[in-house]
């Protein structure tokens, strides 16, 4: 079995948790993009986990892999490393050679770039990514590869920090002896991570080849897809299930099936369009503890948006659906779902794409009664999707009858065992 998960809003749909709880079935999970922007968090009998780099899949598969996709800080993975080889010792970790690497002066120009764009920032999670991926696509990125050569690094923060000099004027970069320095930590931090190197792509399709079951975990959400998000409100890589492919040098056409993750209501970190927001009013982010995994903001939060849905279901061809936080949304008397998007009036078919178009978007609504705290954890996690509460069936159904897709997996808690299937997976 060949499957790829991901989310279907703007990030933090609870993908981590729900990579957790299928990667049982997996023998690999290979991460293809993102890097430390994303913040996915595992619960374990109580135990808290959380990935930036490693793949969620990392506590029940055997092997993962970070793909040439990602953009890797290594000062980061370092840490995690140590922190995941403790509680697991046998895993294996591979990362391909092909990944790019972000230094401290990624994030020092990430922060000044959000400076120069003044109103229209992004709020990006200041981890470095854009900036790494923009040296990708300008063909002066450092790979992992790279860090096993001193005299490349050195010309490549060089190459890096001439196309960039008017934006880094005034920073410690500017002095030859920092980047000197950050030449050195680089080739230490090589060092300890080269061993985890590999031809990621061979070991993917080998494992294939001798029919391991392979899941490729996507970060980020559909809405944050530098093609297909709102624009320029979304991260720098492609978030779409296509990404798994170039990402990570595996085929599209061996994938057997697609899982989206959403939210039963909907989250964002960071500026831009929200159709479905709340304003002024925290109960459901206090309800939800909505904060960053990775920056600790309050997230913003608003209805489930069903147009918003439908379209991210359809660009990356789901076939199977997972809702999570039914627990959190339940609790409301009374909940909304967006239905229609509207402008001047007219119902519109399509996915805006000018931002003067958000500014006209009206949203209606429908409303469903809440279903309450869940009261009967053990027979419902014994008996299943038949012993849900009624109410939260219709608003599971409504859900499916709109989006033409099976909710196959239900979370009704943040830890793994509170987690219930349709279908069994694989
Ligand atoms: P990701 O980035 O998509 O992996 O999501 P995050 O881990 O950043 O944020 C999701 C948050 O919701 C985490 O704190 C999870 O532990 C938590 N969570 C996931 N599923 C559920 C659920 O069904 N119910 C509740 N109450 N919390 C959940
Ligand atoms: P996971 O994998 C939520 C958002 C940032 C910002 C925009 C660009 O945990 O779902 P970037 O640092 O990528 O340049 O920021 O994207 N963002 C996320 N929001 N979850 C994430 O990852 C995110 N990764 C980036 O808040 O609005
Ligand atoms: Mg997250």
């Given at each position: 079995?060949?499957?790829?998960?991901?989310?279907?809003?703007?990030?933090?749909?609870?993908?981590?948790?729900?990579?957790?709880?299928?990667?049982?079935?997996?023998?690999?999970?290979?991460?293809?993009?993102?890097?430390?922007?994303?913040?996915?968090?595992?619960?374990?009998?109580?135990?808290?986990?959380?990935?930036?780099?490693?793949?969620?899949?990392?506590?029940?598969?055997?092997?993962?892999?970070?793909?040439?996709?990602?953009?890797?800080?290594?000062?980061?993975?370092?840490?995690?490393?140590?922190?995941?080889?403790?509680?697991?010792?046998?895993?294996?970790?591979?990362?391909?050679?092909?990944a790019h690497i972000v230094t401290k002066m990624h994030k020092c120009l990430d922060k000044r770039e959000e400076a120069v764009r003044s109103k229209l920032n992004i709020g990006t999670t200041s981890q470095g990514i854009g900036p790494t991926?923009?040296?990708?696509?300008?063909?002066?990125?450092?790979?992992?590869?790279?860090?096993?050569?001193?005299?490349?690094?050195?010309?490549?923060?060089?190459?890096?920090?001439?196309?960039?000099?008017?934006?880094?004027?005034?920073?410690?970069?500017?002095?030859?002896?920092?980047?000197?320095?950050?030449?050195?930590?680089?080739?230490?931090?090589?060092?300890?991570?080269?061993?985890?190197?590999?031809?990621?792509?061979?070991?993917?399709?080998?494992?294939?080849?001798?029919?391991?079951?392979?899941?490729?975990?996507?970060?980020?959400?559909?809405?944050?897809?530098?093609?297909?998000?709102?624009?320029?409100?979304?991260?720098?890589?492609?978030?779409?299930?296509?990404?798994?492919?170039?990402?990570?040098?595996?085929?599209?056409?061996?994938?057997?099936?697609?899982?989206?993750?959403?939210?039963?209501?909907?989250?964002?970190?960071?500026?831009?369009?929200?159709?479905?927001?709340?304003?002024?009013?925290?109960?459901?982010?206090?309800?939800?503890?909505?904060?960053?995994?990775?920056?600790?903001?309050?997230?913003?939060?608003?209805?489930?948006?069903?147009?918003?849905?439908?379209?991210?279901?359809?660009?990356?061809?789901?076939?199977?659906?997972?809702?999570?936080?039914?627990?959190?949304?339940?609790?409301?008397?009374?909940?909304?779902?967006?239905?229609?998007?509207?402008?001047?009036?007219?119902?519109?078919?399509?996915?805006?794409?000018?931002?003067?178009?958000?500014?006209?978007?009206?949203?209606?609504?429908?409303?469903?009664?809440?279903?309450?705290?869940?009261?009967?954890?053990?027979?419902?996690?014994?008996?299943?999707?038949?012993?849900?509460?009624?109410?939260?069936?219709?608003?599971?159904?409504?859900?499916?009858?709109?989006?033409?897709?099976?909710?196959?997996?239900?979370?009704?808690?943040?830890?793994?065992?509170?987690?219930?299937?349709?279908?069994?997976?694989?």
């Amino acid at each position: 079995m060949i499957s790829v998960i991901l989310g279907l809003q703007f990030g933090d749909e609870g993908k981590g948790k729900i990579t957790d709880f299928i990667s049982r079935d997996y023998d690999d999970v290979v991460r293809f993009n993102g890097g430390s922007n994303a913040g996915h968090t595992v619960v374990i009998n109580g135990e808290k986990f959380k990935f930036h780099l490693v793949p969620s899949g990392a506590m029940q598969s055997k092997m993962v892999i970070l793909g040439n996709g990602m953009v890797i800080d290594p000062e980061e993975l370092v840490s995690e490393i140590d922190l995941l080889k403790k509680s697991k010792k046998d895993i294996e970790i591979k990362i391909s050679a092909g990944a790019h690497i972000v230094t401290k002066m990624h994030k020092c120009l990430d922060k000044r770039e959000e400076a120069v764009r003044s109103k229209l920032n992004i709020g990006t999670t200041s981890q470095g990514i854009g900036p790494t991926y923009e040296d990708k696509y300008a063909r002066t990125g450092i790979r992992l590869i790279d860090l096993s050569n001193k005299e490349i690094i050195s010309n490549k923060i060089e190459t890096i920090f001439n196309m960039k000099r008017e934006l880094l004027k005034g920073s410690i970069y500017e002095s030859p002896e920092e980047r000197k320095k950050m030449v050195e930590d680089l080739f230490s931090y090589g060092n300890l991570i080269l061993k985890y190197m590999d031809y990621t792509e061979n070991i993917i399709y080998n494992d294939y080849r001798c029919g391991k079951n392979i899941l490729f975990e996507g970060a980020q959400g559909g809405m944050l897809d530098i093609d297909f998000g709102i624009y320029p409100f979304v991260t720098s890589s492609n978030t779409l299930a296509g990404a798994m492919s170039t990402g990570s040098g595996f085929s599209f056409r061996k994938v057997d099936r697609v899982i989206g993750v959403f939210k039963a209501y909907t989250s964002k970190v960071g500026s831009g369009p929200f159709p479905s927001e709340i304003i002024n009013d925290s109960t459901l982010r206090d309800l939800g503890s909505e904060y960053g995994t990775t920056t600790g903001r309050p997230r913003r939060v608003g209805w489930l948006d069903l147009p918003l849905l439908k379209y991210t279901t359809m660009v990356n061809d789901v076939d199977s659906l997972a809702i999570t936080k039914v627990d959190v949304l339940g609790q409301l008397k009374t909940i909304k779902v967006v239905t229609k998007y509207t402008i001047d009036g007219n119902e519109i078919d399509y996915f805006p794409r000018r931002l003067e178009d958000f500014e006209k978007l009206r949203v209606e609504y429908r409303e469903f009664p809440g279903w309450g705290s869940i009261k009967n954890q053990d027979s419902i996690l014994s008996g299943g999707y038949e012993e849900l509460p009624e109410n939260m069936r219709k608003f599971l159904e409504f859900i499916e009858e709109e989006i033409g897709k099976s909710i196959d997996i239900v979370s009704l808690g943040e830890d793994r065992k509170m987690t219930i299937t349709k279908q069994i997976f694989n």
